[in-house]
């Protein structure tokens, strides 16, 4: 827990509080905290930022997505607030804004107007891809940045290189007669998998039912993903590329930001690297900066001593 010199106490417990003045925010909750929140805010759907239950319990305003709520499978309430990028809502004499974070569909980072702004980036993403659009890069006064690949070892290739790259793999592989499995976040890399295979037309890439059930989302809200089809059994993925969870256990190619030191991977990520990531430090031009997630500690440490950026790591406690 740490007071700011400007009014404001940012801590974890369960998720992030932004407090001023008796006024209260939560941000990505994954369990119940010991203090309610005036406020939440959830900046996507994957279950290490958000719990379906927790959102249900909290008779709170609830600041989120239309996709996210889809994704959660949260049936419309009251006390859902829908945002789209670019949007500004009052809630409780708070101004927040909404914006993109290029993370996967609906993801979201978020500006709070306090006696200083405060942004939060939630998993972001600038870099271009075959689907979605790069996240906004926000300026602050007090910047809460994720760090998940906040250390200098992970720093990934273009993807101008890595489609190709993955394009050349895949093509190998099936003219060898070899089964072809790419192993993916089902909600994120694996859509963006179905459109590089798709839409390069290396081969009709076959997508496993957890993954189709997202593909289709990302469809209804317009992104184009190609021609796939559904996995349903073994012999459908002789001659074409199986889209598969990490989870599956069967030889793959895993496409992760961790495969960047796996020689037996594509290092593709729904996240920023570290270059990214301090990128956007620097041009948010803040005065105080939080990192949560992943590498925070590190990611604080090296911005106070490369950068002389005063950093924060918000620790997450079970308390």
């Not at 590329?241 to 037996?264: D, E, F, M, Q, Y």
């Amino acid at each position: 827990m740490r007071k700011g010199k400007h009014l404001l106490n940012i801590f974890y417990d369960k998720g992030i509080f932004v407090e001023s003045r008796g006024r209260r925010v939560l941000i990505d909750p994954v369990g119940l905290p010991r203090k309610k929140p005036d406020v939440v805010l959830i900046s996507h759907a994957h279950r290490d930022h958000c719990n379906k239950r927790v959102i249900q319990s909290l008779n709170v305003p609830i600041i989120l997505s239309e996709a996210t709520r889809d994704f959660l499978g949260l049936q419309a309430s009251s006390n859902h607030i829908i945002v789209s990028p670019g949007e500004q809502v009052e809630v409780g004499g708070l101004q927040i804004e909404a914006h993109n974070a290029g993370h996967i569909l609906g993801s979201l980072q978020f500006r709070i107007s306090l006696d200083k702004s405060v942004v939060y980036t939630g998993d972001f993403n600038f870099e271009p891809r075959i689907i979605l659009n790069p996240a906004d890069i926000l300026k602050a006064d007090v910047l809460i940045v994720e760090a998940t690949y906040g250390h200098p070892r992970y720093v990934f290739p273009p993807r101008r290189e890595l489609y190709p790259q993955l394009v050349e793999m895949v093509l190998k592989l099936l003219s060898e007669g070899l089964m072809v499995t790419l192993a993916a976040r089902p909600l994120g890399v694996s859509q963006e998998l179905t459109a590089v295979l798709s839409l390069s037309k290396v081969s009709v890439p076959i997508v496993h039912e957890k993954i189709w059930r997202y593909n289709v989302l990302y469809e209804k809200y317009g992104e184009n993903l190609g021609r796939y089809l559904v996995y349903h059994s073994e012999k459908y993925v002789r001659e074409k590329p199986l889209i598969a969870p990490l989870t599956v256990k069967r030889n793959k190619i895993t496409c992760t930001g961790w495969s960047v030191t796996s020689r037996h991977g594509i290092p593709l990520s729904s996240h920023s690297d570290f270059k990214g990531i301090v990128r956007y430090v620097r041009k948010s031009q803040a005065e105080e900066i939080y990192t949560v997630y992943g590498f925070s500690k590190f990611l604080a440490e090296y911005l106070e001593r490369e950068l002389g950026m005063p950093s924060t790591p918000l620790e997450r406690s079970n308390r």
